[in-house]
């Protein structure tokens, strides 16, 4: 089963350039806008979308995505209606992967196969869980690769050799490192310092490593895109959204 990550990323890699990996929140700030805007984002060069299901405690996240998130839940966004997001932009593009983004609480109550049949069958990709430790994701990773689905782990500045295995086990796409110690939209991401961690995970893992949290410029992103597969872009987005 071909997954449209793996796609995208081989034609990259012939292309010889990173991904432009843009996040914006599922709902923000309405649903009509926040389709419009997911249909935009192939066109204003993103190579892949992280699309944020809201939750109430979005514990990674630094003030900006806690406030989409507010919005987004004020509106009546959900993960089930983030779902029929991606299937209504998916009538549109069939090409563009697309990542889901959130917490563990949701899944749960949504059901971890009922969440990947329904998430398969509109069209996402993958899925990144902030709070799912590798050791509990088993159920989880069953049901996502039973529909072809990558689970999308993280690693950290402080994930040392022996965890990077475990972070390995049943990751699929890319890995998601979080180049800063704290939430996003805070710190800003050092592509010297960034360099010799990306290699290592991208050695210990054999998969595209995608580099994320402050990233708020094009001038930092390109300088990310030089040493990472990928450059994941959000913070600076949802406040964009917002200011329009």
Do not use: W
């Not at 689970?151 to 950290?156: G, K, P």
């Not at 972070?167 to 710190?187: N, P």
């Not at 991208?202 to 402050?214: E, K, M, N």
Request: aromatic share 6%.
């Amino acid at each position: 089963m071909t997954n449209r990550i793996d796609v995208r990323f081989a034609a990259l890699r012939r292309e010889g350039r990173a991904a432009f990996i843009a996040y914006v929140m599922a709902g923000d700030p309405d649903r009509a806008t926040s389709l419009d805007i997911l249909r935009g984002l192939p066109g204003a060069g993103a190579d892949i979308i992280e699309l944020g299901f809201p939750f109430s405690d979005p514990m990674a996240e630094g003030v900006p995505i806690q406030r989409a998130a507010q919005r987004a839940l004020a509106g009546g966004m959900r993960l089930r209606g983030t779902i029929e997001l991606v299937r209504d932009f998916r009538q549109g593009d069939n090409a563009t992967p697309i990542v889901l983004m959130g917490y563990l609480n949701n899944l749960e109550a949504y059901g971890f196969p009922r969440f990947a049949r329904d998430a398969a069958e509109a069209g996402v990709d993958g899925l990144i869980v902030v709070d799912c430790p590798p050791e509990e994701a088993d159920p989880l990773s069953d049901a996502l690769e039973a529909q072809g689905m990558h689970l999308i782990r993280l690693a950290t500045p402080t994930t040392d050799a022996e965890r990077l295995k475990v972070v390995a086990h049943r990751t699929g796409g890319f890995v998601y490192y979080v180049s800063v110690a704290g939430v996003t939209g805070g710190k800003e991401a050092d592509a010297a310092s960034v360099a010799p961690a990306v290699e290592r995970v991208r050695v210990a893992t054999g998969l595209p490593v995608a580099v994320g949290f402050g990233i708020r410029t094009p001038e930092r992103a390109a300088a990310i895109a030089r040493v990472a597969d990928a450059a994941v872009v959000g913070s600076a987005l949802v406040d964009e959204i917002v200011a329009a």
